[in-house]
């Protein structure tokens, strides 16, 4: 059996392309199973509820040799904790190419699309499979999702005709008051822990050469409803200290994305986090918040610019 999941602090795109590809390699005679690596986020659990469905298994310790396929990643410090011991024998993924090795020839599908479910959705098509209800509905949540319903640059054509050709599959006869009841679901955050705000869309990336590396935690916040996460800017700014000393990082960024208006607001923990925003973005911060103006896509606006910086420096 084929243990199939997407990246640690799942988001909705990592959850739905576990269903989705696990569905579609069973349908083509791979057996596979759909695994989470971490709790559902607002916006997914109103997914799977709106479609009836169940959220898959949280990942099990997996035995050392045990195949896997990863969607929606590729990078070990995204990934479960002992993937250096799997066999991954399938990728299907839309962001950078970060450190995979495999012990046998995998099967990669990559392509630079706004998201996973649109590679899912062009599978189905090539393999001349009929795309079901549930499927179509899932990787219809996964694009408006990931690109904030055509909101982010990371869009392309490819997710336009996707979503064209899914929301009628689907049965969704208005694509714009889904996404935004999705948007809605993801920003009711209640009273959840500041440390589970910032985890909930958080990735931790190596930055720089060898010889001076660097580990960066950045976490999103996507929501219709800025006002609220900056009411707990004390309590997230706490949180952010204590993760970065936890985990050891060099720095930690929270980047707060207005979805409506397309902008980003990004919380600055200390003098160094100003200084790479201010050499990398040219942002300045004040009151310990830096405006970042519409680079609203971590993957494609502000990951890139720090790479850059880093290895510059
Ligand atoms: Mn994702
Ligand atoms: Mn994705």
């Known amino acids: 059996m084929l243990a199939v999941f997407g990246h640690l602090n799942p988001d909705t795109d990592a959850i739905t392309a576990a269903l989705v590809y696990a569905h579609l390699l069973t349908r083509q005679g791979v057996q596979a199973q759909a695994y989470r690596l971490g709790e559902l986020n607002f916006e997914t659990a109103f997914v799977l509820r709106e479609a009836g469905m169940q ?16 969607v929606d990643h590729n990078e070990s410090a995204q990934s479960a904790p002992n993937l250096s011991e799997l066999n991954v024998t399938r990728v299907v ?37 009929e795309v079901d209800v549930l499927d179509a509905r899932l990787m219809l949540s996964a694009i408006l999702s990931d690109t904030l319903h055509f909101r982010s640059p990371t869009t392309t054509a490819d997710d336009q005709d996707a979503v064209a050709f899914l929301a009628p599959v689907a049965g969704i006869e208005d694509v714009e008051t889904y996404a935004l009841a999705m948007f809605a679901a993801k920003s009711d955050l209640g009273d959840t822990p500041a440390e589970t705000l910032l985890r909930m869309d958080y990735k931790v990336f190596p930055f720089g050469h060898p010889g001076a590396p660097q580990q960066w935690g950045i976490g999103v916040i996507e929501t219709t409803n800025p006002a609220y996460v900056f009411g707990r800017q004390a309590e997230l700014l706490r949180a952010m200290d ?72």
């Open 55 to 70: 959220a898959p298994a949280l990942l099990p310790e997996l035995p050392a040799g045990t195949a896997v396929a990863l």
């Open 93 to 129: 993924d839309h962001h950078k190419l970060g450190d995979l090795t495999t012990t046998q020839p995998p099967y990669l599908r990559f392509e630079p699309v706004g998201c996973t479910g649109t590679i899912l959705l062009k599978l189905h098509r090539e393999a001349g499979l």
């Open 242 to 313: 204590a993760v970065k000393a936890e985990d050891g990082l060099n720095g930690v960024l929270l980047s707060v994305v207005d979805i409506l208006n397309g902008t980003n607001r990004t919380l600055v923990l200390s003098a160094t986090e100003e200084k790479v925003l201010r050499e990398a973005f040219g942002a300045s911060a004040g009151e310990q918040v830096a405006d970042l103006g519409a680079r609203i896509s971590r993957k494609k606006q502000i990951v890139p610019a720090l790479e850059e910086y880093f290895n510059q420096a």
